[in-house]
């Protein structure tokens, strides 16, 4: 399952050749399926460049956001009442705050400090964005674990929903939702995971014995939505019903509730 409204035919195709008869060959190709037209690149270096810079860009500015979530944490501000405030802006973009995986927004950023480096050059923006989005995984693991720790009755058991590196998607590769459930068991919590997306081949070994296919009612004493999968979303009523009464759940995106990430069933 891909993203529903941007796809191959309706995104503009970068592409290049590494001769004229190659790029003409290609472009006529993406020309037969890509309604948004191609943008022929001078060089495949110029190509690879702009794709990895795309996904550079978002992965700095969601390490912004991230960054920023954890200060207005402190200041006791709700992240979501400045982001819908600083919204009001024509030119501000709203990017926000969350868990970066994936093979291309959480691995590109590293291609190129690499090739930096080995032409004597050391970049610092690019490394701090992908150090601060690898260290969200911990992050979240701690802070639910502090949250909780409040709370009177004693948790052990605990569910995560959404699996993959994206909402409303079906691919796990680099999912940082995985490395949640490894900080949050070496926290001594009994972790289950949940996705209706994903299949338990599809998931590293390790984790597959703790992938559940059917939900039980009032089961989970606390649990995290890491993913906004429209499913969640759309049937949260639903789903919150395998979450015992007084349950703390982590909304890592304010998804369910605009004044805080933790949300009391």
């Not at 058991?157 to 680099?174: A, H, M, P, S, W």
């Not at 289950?192 to 299949?199: A, E, I, M, Q, S």
């Not at 429209?230 to 304010?254: E, G, L, R």
């Amino acid at each position: 399952m891909g993203d529903k409204k941007y796809n191959i035919s309706n995104i503009v195709k970068v592409v290049s050749g590494s001769n004229k008869r190659a790029t003409l060959y290609i472009s006529k190709i993406y020309n037969k399926i890509v309604n948004a037209g191609i943008h022929i690149a001078p060089s495949i270096k110029v190509a690879e460049a702009a794709k990895i810079i795309e996904n550079s860009q978002r992965d700095l500015n969601i390490a912004f956001m991230n960054e920023l979530s954890k200060i207005f944490f402190k200041m006791g501000i709700s992240f979501n009442e400045v982001i819908n405030a600083a919204s009001t802006k024509w030119n501000f973009i709203k990017f926000r705050p969350g868990l970066v995986g994936g093979h291309c927004i959480g691995v590109d950023p590293y291609y190129l400090t690499y090739k930096a480096k080995k032409m004597g050059f050391d970049p610092k923006i690019l490394l701090a964005g992908r150090k601060t989005n690898d260290y969200m995984s911990r992050h979240v693991a701690e802070r639910y674990h502090s949250s909780i720790k409040k709370l009177k009755n004693k948790v052990k058991k605990i569910l995560i929903l959404g699996l993959t590196f994206k909402e409303n998607c079906t691919d796990v590769r680099n999912s940082k939702a995985l490395d949640v459930c490894n900080h949050l068991q070496k926290l001594n919590y009994d972790v289950d995971l949940y996705d209706p997306n994903v299949k338990k081949e599809d998931l590293p070994k390790y984790f597959r014995k703790f992938l559940i296919k059917k939900l039980k009612r009032n089961f989970y004493q606390g649990g995290l939505l890491l993913v906004n999968h429209d499913i969640f979303i759309k049937n949260w009523q639903t789903y919150k019903k395998t979450f015992k009464p007084n349950s703390q759940i982590f909304d890592i995106n304010n998804k369910l509730n605009t004044k805080s990430i933790f949300l009391k069933l």
